[in-house]
């Protein structure tokens, strides 16, 4: 017997700011933004050529300047402000979009594009300057020893123990534009169902561990997303 709908986990990926004009990471010729992601997104690529690896961050977070949250991003921050019961969206997205379209129950797991992490002091705050150019660190005042505070590819997602929590007593959960490609996001669908959760796909094309899911739909993020949360706030 299927149970009563409380709470809801929500992880989106690259496919949800698609439409707002963001480039995702595996695209048609399986280059992000014209770079193998090994080349720009692990701790080994920054060792090598970390001039390569900064300027490639500072042109993704001045082109966030220029987008703006879709329909996709709009809808789950009025079901996040609306949904009576307990509901965690989580990112795989270094965007902000979901910040600036107002979800307020939101986990970045892959870190953010906009945040800086000194080497020096280990301190994290808000940024968005450029990085290449190697700032002073404002905690510690430690020049040129800054670096995206992002997860790479051989480092630990954040908030692991809050997103797990939140799977295991989700009776929802809902998969948006991601490939299903990276782990652990990838087997959370997973998790989601050991703990009896109903489990809902929506993507353009069918995700690498889509037959994980009781339901796939298949379009735009910016279609799919809104319908889908007339439909459950709907009852509410
Ligand atoms: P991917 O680029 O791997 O996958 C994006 C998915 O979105 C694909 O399945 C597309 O078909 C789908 N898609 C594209 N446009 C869409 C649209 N308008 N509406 C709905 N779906 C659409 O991106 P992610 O799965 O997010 O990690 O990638 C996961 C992680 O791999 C990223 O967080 C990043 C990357 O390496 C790190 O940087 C650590």
């Not at 709470?7 to 989106?12: G, K, P, R, S, Y």
């Not at 014209?34 to 080994?44: C, I, K, L, S």
């Amino acid at each position: 017997m299927q149970r009563e709908l409380q709470n809801i986990v929500i992880l989106t990926g690259a496919g949800v700011s698609a439409e707002s004009g963001v480039a995702t990471f595996r695209g048609p010729d399986g280059l992000w933004e014209g770079h193998r992601v090994e080349d720009v997104a692990t701790p080994e690529a920054f060792a090598r050529d970390p001039d390569l690896v900064q300027n490639f961050y500072d042109e993704r977070r001045a082109k966030l300047k220029t987008v703006n949250p879709n329909a996709a991003h709009l809808a789950l921050a009025k079901l996040d402000e609306q949904w009576p019961s307990d509901l965690l969206l989580v990112t795989q997205n270094v965007d902000d979009l979901h910040d600036r379209a107002g979800s307020k129950s939101l986990v970045h797991m892959h870190g953010e594009l906009n945040s800086a992490w000194c080497l020096a002091c280990d301190g994290r705050f808000p940024f968005n300057g450029t990085m290449a150019s190697g700032p002073t660190c404002p905690q510690c005042d430690t020049p040129g020893q800054l670096r995206p505070d992002i997860v790479w590819f051989g480092e630990m997602p954040y908030e692991m123990e809050r997103i797990e929590l939140a799977l295991s007593q989700c009776d929802l959960f809902v998969s948006i534009g991601t490939s299903g490609a990276v782990y652990p996001a990838a087997g959370f669908v997973q998790t989601a169902r050991h703990y009896g959760a109903q489990t809902l796909e929506m993507n353009l094309d069918p995700s690498e561990g889509s037959f994980h899911f009781h339901e796939s739909r298949m379009g735009k993020a910016g279609d799919l997303v809104p319908e889908w949360v007339k439909e459950i706030l709907r009852d509410v």
